[in-house]
Nanobody
């Protein structure tokens, strides 16, 4: 079992910045991918950014100029720095980790509880 603990959400004015952090714990053998998704009211969940083992970060095309993901999959943690936030960035942001953990030899997607980000004046 893997637990993902998120922090850093909140309310900010347009143009502001926030940083989200996520740390995974549990009997983790390896994390293949770890990153952030978001879901706005009435919309489908979408990938924001993720790190993968051995590869470059992946970003949603519309966000890569304002959002930066960093972290260490070996340390089971990622950070998402968000700048120049817009009202349309308002959403629940959820941490995701694709990991091999526990007794199963197969990777599984684990999710955090989600943290609210609200951008409003």
């Amino acid at each position: 079992q893997v637990q993902l603990v998120e922090s850093g959400g909140g309310s900010v004015q347009p143009g502001g910045s926030l940083r989200l952090s996520c740390t995974a714990s549990g009997t983790i053998y390896t994390i293949n991918r770890m990153g952030w998704y978001r879901q706005a009211p009435g919309k489908e969940r979408e990938l924001v950014a993720e790190l993968s083992s051995g590869g470059s970060p992946t970003y949603a095309d519309s966000l890569k100029d304002r959002f930066t993901i960093s972290g260490d999959l070996g340390a089971h943690s990622v950070l998402l720095q968000m700048i120049s936030l817009k009202p349309e960035d308002t959403a629940v942001y959820s941490c995701n980790a694709n990991a091999v953990a526990g007794v199963s030899p197969f990777p599984y997607d684990y999710w955090g509880q989600g943290t609210q980000v609200t951008v409003s004046s």
